[in-house]
T-cell receptor
């Protein structure tokens, strides 16, 4: 399935670097999400965008900065990360106004902070 | 906000046995309860879901039950097969715009032949 596509698949960055994760959905959905998956807290919700507007910021540190230029694209800008931020970052989308609220996930970006 | 608890964290069964995973949720407004399966190195994918107006739903070897009064729901897998081995996540949410699914911590199911 290529309904939700994330790039890059793998990323290694230093603590002083700035990088961005990209997510694109081709499902016509109007809501997009970032989840962090780590051994300690699997599938931890980070951000919610509904119709391009951020509706939830789940107490995420400011070194993570989301951007949603349109309902099909979602970015996660990263700067001055810590080694404990190493995790799998998953993007998901859904049709928020529909009774069917299944979330479709991308393959994820495996992030390693060194 | 919503809080979802999932048990057990690991589950090992013999091929052909049944497996049961249980979840509880806290927000009485939640009305949508999906289950996702994540195989190693792959994305989570929906395997079955249930809504609050239904008490049970079945799809071949997989069934889900919901007790809305007690705020708990369960996944039942019968006649398990080695390919059922994966991490299973329960989630709770609503169909309101701008809300997201809240997931449990996952159950690692191992089916040995």
């Amino acid at each position: 399935e290529t309904g939700v596509t994330q790039t890059p698949r793998h990323l290694v960055m230093g603590m002083t670097n700035k990088k961005s994760l990209k997510c694109e959905q081709h499902l016509g959905h109007n809501a997009m999400y970032w989840y962090k998956q780590s051994a300690k807290k699997p599938l931890e919700l980070m951000f919610v965008y509904n119709f391009k507007e951020q509706t939830e910021n789940n107490s995420v540190p400011s070194r993570f900065s989301p951007e949603c230029p349109n309902s099909s694209h979602l970015f996660l800008h990263l700067h001055t990360l810590q080694p404990e931020d190493s995790a799998l970052y998953l993007c998901a989308s859904s049709q928020a106004s529909s009774a069917n609220t299944e979330a479709f996930f991308g393959q994820g970006t495996r992030l390693t902070v060194v | 906000g919503e809080n979802v608890e999932q048990h057990p964290s690991t589950l090992s069964v013999q091929e052909g046995d049944s497996a049961v995973i249980k979840c509880t949720y806290s927000d009485s407004a939640s009305n949508y309860f999906p289950w996702y399966k994540q195989e190693l190195g792959k994305r989570p994918q929906l395997i079955i879901d249930i809504r609050s107006n239904v008490g049970e739903k079945k799809d071949q070897r997989i069934a889900v039950t919901l007790n809305k009064t007690a705020k708990h729901f369960s996944l039942h897998i019968t006649e398990t097969q080695p390919e059922d081995s994966a991490v299973y996540f329960c989630a709770a949410g609503t169909n309101q715009a701008g809300t997201a699914l809240i997931f449990g911590k996952g159950t690692t199911l191992s089916v040995s032949s």
